[in-house]
């Protein structure tokens, strides 16, 4: 480190890595300033996991990297370095007690994302950490190009590190617009292409409205591709919404497709995934025989939501106006084949301001995955969303924030502090 360079570490943007990183930084006895375009630190953590914020999971290194979509090989320095339970316990540490649910999901004990942001911003500002409202125009780098400092509101700030925690492009509204991929480019890193993921899946097909906001749980889905190819299976919970299908199932599932190519997909949802197809048959006839003069509508009351029904006899081709004892064995087929396979077109994802998080960005092969410093700009530092780095939902994408955040903190102190 050169006598005259700053002492001082600059991070860009106060969400979720942004903050934890200038928790470690000020804890490491690190000057810190961190900007903030928003009034309200951290706005999207404060609407994670429903409001509940859903922290991290409790997990293996090993199984947190089997659940990272994209950068499992660029993560394993940072989750090795500060592993889930190193983050609960740092949580635990600044006044937030954890818990642990189903599926190993660690939330705060008061179920309030709240209380995660405000602690965390409570600690950095103890610790002597500067949180200032500012949205950052421009990276200043010197001659030798390295990163020296920040342009907020016209006024240059300079800085022995710069750290850009300014997350990726989805729920906009929280502050997140792409500034870091540009701030990237301009200092002439890769940036990967961009597009959504866990995001609600859009069809053109009438059912959806007419299903809107019926939640069906327990169901398989299967998601193909046009040529029949699976591309995703799963089970558990989804929802109908107006312009398509939703939910934790789809969310997953859509993380798995590439819509990049125009490729058309195809959900198929078992309906009844833990009956075989004799055992349906059984009971439709049983259900037919008890009500044999009935319309098949009426008759099959019970067999799904009500609302449900109607849509499925439609797909099966069936007019539910018809008696109950003249469906045929072939009819009966297809309302089995359709309550194992109810199909639903896929036209694309919902747009990228809907998703959980961005897929694709900062392009890993850019950055040191042992200090998240950029390989081209001394100095230069890049945590959380804005990284080519995406995972499943249960807390993955908020532990590559905090495991990050970390590893960034630590090569910045060591840098900054010219620890060996
Ligand atoms: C609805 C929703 C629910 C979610 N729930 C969960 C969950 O329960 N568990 C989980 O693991 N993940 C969840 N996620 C994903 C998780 O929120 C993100 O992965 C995480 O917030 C990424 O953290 P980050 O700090 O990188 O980015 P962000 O949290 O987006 O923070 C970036 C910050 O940078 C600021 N900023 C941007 N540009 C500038 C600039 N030029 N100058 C100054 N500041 C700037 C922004 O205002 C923002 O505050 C959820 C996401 C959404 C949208």
């Given at each position: 480190m050169s006598d005259t360079q700053p002492q001082n570490a600059i991070i860009v943007g106060g969400g979720a890595a942004g903050l934890y990183c200038a928790f470690q930084l000020a804890k490491g006895g690190v000057a810190v300033t961190v900007f903030e375009r928003n009034p309200l630190f951290g706005k999207k953590l404060r609407i994670t996991g429903k409001g509940r914020c859903n922290m991290t999971n409790d997990c293996t290194p090993q199984e947190f990297l089997d659940n990272i979509y994209?950068?499992?090989?660029?993560?394993?320095s940072a989750i090795y370095g500060h592993t889930p339970q190193d983050v609960m316990?740092?949580?635990?540490?600044?006044?937030?007690?954890?818990k642990v649910e189903r599926g190993n999901r660690?939330?705060?004990?008061?179920?309030?994302?709240?209380?995660?942001?405000?602690?965390?911003?409570?600690?950095?500002?103890?610790?002597?950490?500067?949180?200032?409202?500012?949205?950052?125009?421009?990276?200043?780098?010197?001659?030798?190009?390295?990163?020296?400092?920040?342009?907020?509101?016209?006024?240059?700030?300079?800085?022995?590190a710069v750290v850009i925690a300014t997350g990726g492009l989805s729920y906009p509204k929280t502050g997140s617009t792409g500034d870091g991929y540009r701030f990237a480019q301009r200092a002439?890193?890769?940036?990967?292409?961009?597009?959504?993921?866990?995001?609600?899946?859009?069809?053109?097909?009438?059912?959806?409205?007419?299903?809107?906001?019926?939640?069906?749980?327990?169901?398989?889905?299967?998601?193909?591709?046009?040529?029949?190819?699976?591309?995703y299976s799963g089970f558990g919970e989804m929802l109908f919404t107006d312009r398509g299908i939703s939910g934790p199932l789809i969310l997953t599932a859509s993380a798995q497709l590439d819509f990049s190519a125009k490729a058309c997909y195809n959900a198929s949802i078992d309906l009844k995934p833990a009956v075989t197809?004799?055992?349906?048959?059984?009971?439709?006839?049983?259900?037919?025989?008890?009500?044999?003069?009935?319309?098949?509508?009426?008759?099959?009351?019970?067999?799904?939501?009500?609302?449900?029904?109607?849509?499925?006899?439609?797909?099966?081709?069936?007019?539910?106006?018809?008696?109950a004892n003249s469906l045929t064995k072939d009819a009966r087929k297809s309302i089995i084949r359709t309550l194992k396979g109810f199909s639903v077109a896929i036209s694309g994802p919902a747009p990228i301001d809907e998703a959980v998080i961005t897929r694709g960005g900062v392009d890993m092969s850019e950055i040191s995955s042992s200090t998240m410093q950029s390989k081209k700009v001394p100095g230069l530092y890049f945590i959380g969303e804005v990284l080519d780095l995406d995972g499943k939902t249960g807390g993955f994408n908020l532990q590559i924030a905090w495991s990050t955040a970390f590893l960034a903190a630590k090569a910045v102190t060591a840098s900054l502090l010219e620890i060996q």
């Open positions: 994209r950068g499992k090989k660029s993560l394993r316990a740092e949580f635990e540490s600044i006044g937030v007690p954890v660690v939330f705060p004990m008061s179920e309030n994302a709240h209380d995660v942001a405000a602690r965390l911003e409570n600690v950095c500002r103890r610790l002597g950490a500067e949180l200032v409202s500012e949205r950052v125009t421009e990276i200043i780098l010197d001659d030798t190009g390295t990163a020296v400092g920040v342009v907020a509101a016209g006024t240059e700030h300079r800085a022995g002439g890193l890769a940036v990967t292409e961009k597009s959504p993921s866990l995001v609600p899946l859009l069809s053109d097909e009438p059912c959806c409205p007419a299903l809107q906001g019926l939640s069906l749980k327990n169901v398989r889905l299967t998601v193909t591709d046009d040529e029949g190819r699976e591309k197809e004799a055992e349906l048959d059984a009971r439709l006839l049983a259900m037919l025989a008890s009500a044999q003069n009935k319309d098949v509508v009426n008759a099959l009351h019970g067999l799904l939501p009500a609302s449900l029904l109607p849509e499925l006899l439609d797909k099966a081709g069936i007019d539910g106006r018809l008696k």
